[in-house]
């Protein structure tokens, strides 16, 4: 079984995200921030798929992305940011960091769902 993880400060998107990948056969794991997400990331190498909001305590989903990009080993892992931010500067920022996906909040299962398709995960 695959394993993602969501990280969002939000306790509710998380069990949503979360939800909507156990329906399509992942291993989930969650964090609140980046910091969380990273201290975690480190104990499971078989992460092959990240769902990470962009304003979260401690550290962004930004800063996260340009940690996770920085690590060699986890050059496989897809990445997809999930968030309120809208301006088009965001999206392009957020795929430079190293984001393969940016999905908008609010989200439905449909959306997620077309998104794993379009990274080939699902």
Do not use: H
Not at 29 to 55: F, H, M, P, R, T
Not at 95 to 112: D, H, R, S
Request: hydrophobic residues 45%.
């Amino acid at each position: 079984m695959s394993k993602a993880m969501v990280v969002d400060d939000s306790r509710a998107v998380r069990m949503i995200l979360s939800r909507i990948l156990r329906q399509v056969g992942y291993d989930v794991c969650e964090a609140g921030n980046g910091k969380e997400a990273l201290a975690k990331l480190a104990g499971e190498q078989a992460v092959s798929l990240i769902l990470v909001d962009w304003n979260m305590p401690e550290m962004d989903g930004l800063e996260f992305v340009r940690c996770v990009r920085s690590d060699p080993s986890k050059s496989a892992v897809k990445v997809m940011m999930v968030t309120t931010e809208t301006e088009m500067d965001r999206l392009v920022t957020a795929l430079e960091a190293g984001a393969n996906e940016y999905v908008m909040k609010p989200f439905t299962t449909e959306i997620i769902s077309d998104k794993l398709r379009l990274l080939g995960v699902l």
